[in-house]
């Protein structure tokens, strides 16, 4: 009996393990179809896009019902049409649905076709399975299919156990098995079979008398009991001797359910007679539960279900005795229920074998997932790691691209500037060639008129007076005073006959022959015909003769120019060619003075324009400080300080903050020619040189910010001129804490009359203004109040398109954290606080700047955002608490910045106190433009006066 448990077991083992399967030779074979798939391979197929096949269940309609795959490709062909001889047509016919028909109709047009049932496989197919082959290979000739059917290895059974995820319920067990133990209709197997005996047949019995029937249940019964008590007599009296050689039989084994002698409820074994029944005769089954309660074989623990080996004398074959009715039904049933113990038995144990099967296949799958996703975190893994490596690679293309780019535009914009400077160079060696030419026939014409004057010098003898001819008319120059006996840009020399010039007049005074009186001589006049040298004076440069003599003039009315100019005085000799000059050196210049008439690098292109719109020269990158310089000469009140040369008595040489008035110098210069209406462009090397000897970062040829030139050149400017001489002593902190506590508005002139007792100048009047500074307290809640001086406002922009002045300078007053930098006066450390800045004092020439540069660790950008800001007024009372009166301002002035912050250009757009029109300045380009289309994303500095602007009062000769 153990071992063919064993047997079965292992049977039943090697049915339902999906995962060992015996392929037969022939489908192994190179070169042959298979012609059976795995529940694995087939679940391969679902991953693969471009496969296609069909799968046919031909299980019962009920079964399919109950469970069957989730798959598109599945059609489900019910064993109960697929009959032998059938054809593919015919089978298609009898389906119910469309759909499976559709579905079953593209059996050739797939490339496998993949038969199912419960368990079939290769070697062992049901019929059912073999007849659909059959009724779709050889019995299908319209549309053939691509390949034979192959059969899904070990069936719906096998893949329910392999991926029950994929089917509408998971069963342990065919349902045709389990209806049949659950009570179903279906007729149990019968399993009453007869074995030959291997042993001697036993000696012959007597036999036994007929025993008469009773007639009433009461003698039925007392005649039952009768024959129990025999049968147990019988047992006790013959020994069991158990012949395990034979099969045994249990449900031919009678049980008398009778109380034993001593009152136990042990159950004796009744020996069987001689007689045996055959199996047609054997009642039909009776379900325990319609038994008698007193009858039912579990009642007491040694009985057949708990104790399942009797003792019993297998050495013949048993007959079944049936003593009565009562006994045959008791003897049927005991039969039916141990068949159908064993079955259950059989059941479990193949359960619990498929259960181990089942656990060993989670457990690989388990082991596999965690492969595939040890697996899969690699990929993953290398996956993050290469796009890392493709980042950090992106990163470094861009940053060699940006790089190269950056390399590229500097090349461009140094062979630019190259080309530039070489084109100035060539245009400089042009006009330094034609200023040579000039110089030399200018020299020529005045060695001819020296020729002529001795030659009549000589001939007359005597005292003659000549008339010089009227001087021709010159471009109307801006007076200035200018040192004694030193000529300026602009005066007129004329030659003397001793040799050597002198400032000339209407005619030239020498001493006569005899030295007692000086006598005039007659120029020639430039009418008169050519003389024997047939050269004339050249016209292209001005006369520097008559620009002398008119100079001195204009300065001295009334005397003659050797008086005027006694430095240098000419007397004459018995022989006028040997005339001896006389020196006074009493009149040295101081350094001042030798500053302002030194010779200066304009390099001017002479034309007649209006005054102050002269264009400057681009010197390479100069841009910033042409624009900024426009903006400044347009200012009037600035403008006629420097053409009155009042700020010469200004100039401060002690002030170690100063630049020992260089730069108000320079700066006087470059005005002096913007405002003389005789030059069409000039070159402010000398300003830009100046600036950059006293800060070097303005001294090559870089591109730099226009306003960090503005606020160097107005210090610069503040500090040449300040009226302060000696610097006072600065008041203590105790004094600065006392102004603490006086009024808002007494503590700010306080202030401003400290800082006016440091720095006093025109620039301090004109451009500065004073901010109060609230900083609040985040601990205490305790506020300190300072003003400060300021003579710009840069004003932060709003990230967006377009915005307006209003919401910039509300942007600048708006509060601000302080992240423990500051320390508070009152908790004596530092703390978070508040700063908050408000407007006190405007000046009457207001500059705003906007921040469009914007700085982000290593990159930069320009906001690229359009600013709206009003041009003809500007209120800004609304800002200023401690404004009395409202003060409205006027723009008057724009610098513009064009490009990014890799590369840009400055303009300049300014209205002309002169015109009153506005015109674009670009270097040495001067157009007039409109004030309305400047309101552009260029937009970078702008100038309000809240003084109207008049042209300076300047007299022009």
């Known amino acids: 009996m153990a071992e063919k448990s064993a047997k079965k077991v292992e049977k039943v083992a090697s049915e339902s393990k999906p995962t060992v399967i015996s392929q037969p030779k022939a489908a192994t074979d190179a070169g042959q179809q298979q012609l059976n798939i795995t529940s694995v391979q087939l679940y391969s197929l679902l991953s693969e896009k471009k496969s296609s096949f069909l799968i046919v269940d031909v299980r019962k309609s009920s079964e399919f019902n109950l469970s069957h795959m989730t798959l598109e490709q599945l059609v489900s062909v019910p064993e109960e049409i697929v009959k032998p001889g059938c054809t593919g047509n015919q089978i298609e016919a009898e389906l119910k649905t469309e759909t499976e028909k559709q579905k079953f109709r593209q059996r050739s047009q797939v490339e496998l076709v993949i038969l199912v049932d419960w368990k079939s496989t290769l070697i062992n197919m049901s019929p059912t399975i073999k007849t659909m082959k059959d009724a779709i290979t050889k019995w299908q000739s319209s549309s053939p299919l691509r390949k034979e059917p192959v059969i899904l290895e070990g069936g719906y059974e096998t893949w329910t156990y392999t991926y029950p995820q994929l089917t509408t319920k998971s069963l342990l067990a065919q349902p045709s098995l389990t209806n049949g133990i659950n009570g179903s209709s279906q007729e149990t197997p019968d399993l009453n079979l007869s074995y030959p005996s291997l042993e001697p047949p036993p000696a012959p019995k007597p036999e036994i008398p007929p025993v008469q029937q009773p007639t009433s249940p009461e003698e039925r019964l007392s005649a039952e009991a009768k024959t129990d008590a025999d049968a147990n007599k019988q047992s006790r009296m013959t020994p069991n001797i158990p012949n395990r050689a034979t099969k045994p039989v249990p449900k031919e084994i009678p049980v008398n359910l009778a109380t034993s002698p001593k009152g136990s409820n042990k159950a004796s074994v009744v020996p069987p007679p001689a007689m045996t029944v055959p199996a047609a005769t054997v009642s039909p089954v009776i379900p325990p539960s319609s038994l008698d309660t007193s009858a039912r074989v579990p009642a007491s623990p040694d009985i057949a279900l708990k104790t399942p080996k009797p003792t019993i004398n297998r050495g013949s074959k048993p007959a079944t005795v049936i003593s009565s009715s009562s006994d045959s039904h ?132 005597g005292s003659v007076a000549a008339t010089v001819p009227a001087a021709p008319v010159v471009p109307p120059v801006v007076s200035h005073v200018a040192p004694a006996g030193i000529p300026t840009v602009g005066s007129p020399v004329a030659p003397l006959a001793g040799g050597g010039f002198a400032a000339a007049s209407s005619s030239t005074t020498l001493a006569s ?124 009140p600035l403008a006629e300080y420097f053409l009155k040369d009042a700020y010469r008595k200004h100039i401060n040489y002690v002030n170690p903050l100063g630049h020992k008035g260089r730069i108000a110098e320079e700066f006087a210069v470059v005005v002096r020619a913007l405002w003389s209406g005789q030059y ?105 109040v300072d003003f400060q001086v300021f003579n710009c406002l840069s004003l932060p922009i709003r990230p967006t398109s377009k915005c307006t002045l209003n919401e910039c300078i509300e942007g600048f007053l708006q509060k601000e954290t302080v992240q423990g930098n500051w320390k508070c006066p009152s908790c004596r450390r530092h703390q978070e606080a508040t700063i908050k800045l408000d407007i006190w004092k405007l000046p009457p020439i207001l500059i705003i700047q906007f921040k469009r540069f914007k700085f982000e660790g290593m990159w930069r950008h320009k906001i690229q955002s359009v600013i709206h800001f009003p041009i003809d007024e500007l209120d800004l009372s609304k800002y200023v608490p401690g404004l009395e009166k409202k003060r409205k301002y006027q723009l008057f002035a724009v610098v513009n910045h064009f490009g990014t912050m890799e590369g840009g250009h400055y303009t300049a757009l300014c209205k002309n106190v002169t015109t009153k029109r506005w015109f674009g300045f670009d270097d040495p380009e001067v157009n007039e433009k409109d004030i309305y289309q400047s309101r552009t994303s260029a937009a970078y500095i702008l100038f309000y006066t809240s003084a109207e602007l008049r042209s300076p009062s300047v007299t022009y000769v």
């Open 513 to 636: 022959p005899s030295g007692t009186q000086p006598f005039k001589v007659p120029l020639k006049s430039e009418d008169a015909p050519p003389s024997s040298g047939g050269l004339k004076r050249s016209h292209s440069s001005p006369n520097i003769a008559r620009l002398l003599e008119n100079h001195a003039a204009f300065e001295n009315p009334g005397v003659s120019p050797s008086q005027a100019n006694p430095a240098t005085n000419y007397t004459a000799t018995a022989d006028p060619r040997r005339q001896t000059p006389t020196f006074s050196r009493n009149l040295k210049p101081q350094h001042a003075e030798v500053e302002a008439a030194r010779h200066r690098n304009l390099q001017p292109v002479y034309a007649h324009t209006y005054p102050g719109l002269t264009g400057l020269k681009n010197l390479g990158n100069t841009c910033f400080m042409n624009a900024i310089v426009q903006c400044l000469n347009n200012i009037s």
């Open 330 to 461: 008791l003897s049927a049933a005991e039969s039916s229920f141990s068949m159908k113990t064993k079955q259950e038995e059989a059941i479990l144990e193949s359960l619990e074998h498929k259960q181990r099967l089942l656990s060993m296949n989670i457990e690989e799958l388990q082991k596999k997932l965690l492969e595939l996703k040890a697996e899969e975190e690699e990929k993953n893994s290398e996956k993050v790691q290469n796009e890392d490596n493709m980042k950090k690679r992106n990163e470094t293309i861009e940053k060699l691209r940006q790089e190269r780019k950056m390399k590229e535009f500097e090349d461009q914009t140094r062979r630019e500037m190259e080309e530039e400077y070489s084109a100035d160079v060539e245009k400089l060696k042009r006009d330094k060639e034609d200023m040579e030419r000039n110089y030399r026939r200018s020299m020529q014409d005045i060695a001819e008129e020296r020729r002529m004057i001795e030659e009549r010098l000589a001939l007359a003898g």
């Open 680 to 784: 069409r462009h000039i070159s402010a090397f000398d300003l830009k040189h100046t600036v950059g000897q006293c800060q070097p970062m303005f001294l090559g040829n870089e591109q730099q910010d226009a306003q960090e030139f503005l606020m160097f050149l107005l210090d610069g400017l503040s500090e040449d001129l300040n009226l302060v001489q000696r610097r006072p002593v600065a008041i203590s902190e105790k004094e600065k804490e006392r102004f603490q506590q006086l009024a808002e508005r007494d503590h700010a002139d306080l202030l401003w009359d400290e800082h006016k007792r440091f720095t006093n100048s025109l620039i301090v009047d004109l451009f500065q203004g004073q901010l109060k500074q609230t900083i609040t307290c985040k601990s205490c809640g305790n506020h300190s």
